[in-house]
Every structure is written in C-alpha cells, then in structure tokens.
C-alpha cells in the first residue's frame, strides 16, 4: 500500500533494493530529490538509514516539508557494482490515514444514506465497515488493486514463431519492473535485461523477443525423462494505482451504505402488499440476483459496474496473449 504521512507530521518512507531477484546492500543509496505534488523540488541530495533487513532503506520525512496534501514522489539512487540506478517511490500526505480504499469522512461526503450522517455512526465503527467492503472488493478484484511491490514466480509462455517469452503478470497497472528471472531448465536460470522487455503497463503484460537458438536464451522445453518443462519467471515489479479511483471509491461507499442497512434492518423488501382487490409483488430481477450472488449484498448491480473495470488480471482476464 502507498506510504501514508499525516499533514504537517514526520514520518518515514522506505524501501527494498533487489538485484538478480535477491536483496541487496548498494555500494552507496541516497534520495536525489523529492517532488511535492505540485511538482516542486522540495528536498535533495538526502542521506537515507539502513533497515532492519539486507537491501531495506529508509528515510524520515520532515514535518516541515509535509504541509501539501497530495502525492509526492522521491527517487531513491543508489549503486550496485559498477552499475548506476534510480528508482521513483510515491507516497502521499493526508488528513486522516485510509485503511482500505476510502476513509470515513470520504464515506460521510458521498454518502446518500440518511442514517450515515456528519456525526453518526462514529469514525471507529465506520472504519470496521470499511475494513469488510475492503475483504469484499479485493475478493472481487483478485487482490488488492493498491500500490505496493511485489515478487512472483509465474509461468511463462513460449513465443516460439517470434522466438520470445510472454509473462502475465498478477496485479495491474504496473508501475516499474526491477527484475526477471527466467527458468531455463531443472537447473538453470537466466536474468532478462528488462530494458528489453515490452511491457503494456495497463494489463501488467510482458513481451521479450529473442532468437532462443543463441546462448542468451536457450529455454529447455523437453527433457530426457520426456516431461515438457513450462518455463517460470522469477518477476519483482511495482504495480497497483497510486490514488484509488474516484469509482473504486464510489463502490467502496455503497457497499458501506448496504452493509450498514442490514445492520439496521433498512434492507428489507416488500414481497407483497394487497389492499382488498388490488395485491403488488416486487421481485428481484435475474441481472440483480446475479451480481448479489457475485457479492454477497444488495445493490450489487451497479457496484459491479463501477468496479469491473480494476479487477487483477488473472480474475477476468485471458492467461496469454496481447492484452488491452
């Protein structure tokens, strides 16, 4: 999840270096500079202190230069051998810290539910509200949709008509990629230059073209106990959405208001009404039964809708193939 720092405090942002897929000490690690988010430089050259693991940095935020709301960005440089890198970190200054995908203040300003008002029910309430829509909408999703980092072994699919390896990554839009490890064999691995890799950032889908008859990439697809071997790939890489959007919010806020309508009993539908001669039925159609199927509450229909669109590859997508 992105690094969160409360207005006008000082807190810590951090880090984990990887090289070859592995966590390591740079020969030396600093912040080139941090952005506010109106983009001004605001910090640089800053001195960064090691973690409580190999290859994790930190550093400590001034109070004095968190008094902006928004996202900022800082690039962390450091160097490896004799190899120079940097790398772009987001984390963002807020006024209430958010658990999940909205805080409940965002609820109370979206809210059209009139038992959910400025003062009622309380943030600590609200919060466990939030905390179930968050366990439900990841389920929907496939996993949380959030900034963070991740390391996953995946398996690849062999190009062998453009001589090359497609990789579907588990979680969208991604951000960067530090690290590919390809499995050539039982016993043997291979680093891709990622540089050379073709990424659609939007379906987190990688591309990587090669003649594999050269030594650089000689993928072992059979073996001598005629067991076809699926190559894996070994990916570090930074994906999720760096704000949550404002329809992911939306959803986030009536699955609030259904959740606490149940908890209050608003819930409940009329199955027939009859005055003498005259008699009404309300049903719920197909469409809605599906979607409250789907997840579990009421109004499902249009929560559906809005959250659709950011669910993690692997939950509605294709497993290969040029995506998006």
């Keep these: 999840m992105l690094d969160q720092i409360l207005i006008n405090t000082s807190d810590r942002i951090e880090i984990d270096v990887y090289y070859n897929n592995v966590l390591t000490a740079p020969t030396s690690i600093s912040i080139r500079e941090i952005r506010d988010p109106n983009g001004v430089v605001i910090l640089t050259s800053q001195a960064v202190i090691a973690g409580s693991t190999t290859g994790r940095y930190y550093f400590t935020v001034p109070s004095a230069d968190t008094g902006t709301l928004g996202v900022y960005t800082a690039i962390w440089h450091f160097v490896i051998g004799a190899a120079t890198y940097e790398h772009t970190q987001y984390f963002e200054v807020v006024s209430s810290l958010r658990q999940g995908y909205i805080t409940p203040y965002e609820v109370r300003q979206k809210t059209i539910y009139s038992a959910i008002t400025d003062s009622s029910p309380t943030d600590a309430v609200l919060q466990k509200y939030i905390d179930r829509s968050t366990d439900i909408m990841d389920a929907y999703f496939g996993d949380s949709i959030n900034y963070a980092q991740y390391t996953e072994k995946i398996r690849c699919v ?20 530090t690290s590919v490890q390809l499995m050539q064999g039982p016993t043997n691995t291979i680093d891709l230059d990622v540089d050379y890799i073709r990424k659609n950032e939007e379906s987190a889908y990688l591309e990587y073209f090669q003649d594999i008859s050269v030594p650089t990439l000689r993928i072992c697809i059979f073996d001598p ?30 699955i609030v208001e259904q959740l606490y309508k149940q908890t209050k009993g608003d819930d409940n539908q009329l199955v027939r009404f009859k005055i003498q001669d005259t008699s009404e039925t309300y049903k719920t159609d197909e469409y809605q039964q599906n ?17 659709r669109p950011y669910c993690q590859p692997f939950r509605r997508f294709g497993f290969a193939g040029v995506l998006g």
């Excluded at 390896?165 to 979680?171: D, E, I, S, T």
């Excluded at 070994?234 to 994906?239: D, F, G, I, P, Q």
């Design 291 to 307: 979607a409250m199927a789907e997840l579990g509450i009421k109004g499902s229909q249009t929560i559906i809708k809005l959250l």
């Design 225 to 254: 106990t005629a067991t076809q071997i699926i190559p894996v790939a070994t990916c570090v890489y930074t994906a999720g959405y760096v704000t949550v959007p404002d329809r992911v919010k939306q959803a986030a806020t009536m």
């Design 158 to 177: 062999l190009d062998k008509v453009h001589s090359g390896v497609h990789v579907q990554l588990r979680h969208r839009p991604l951000i960067s990629l």
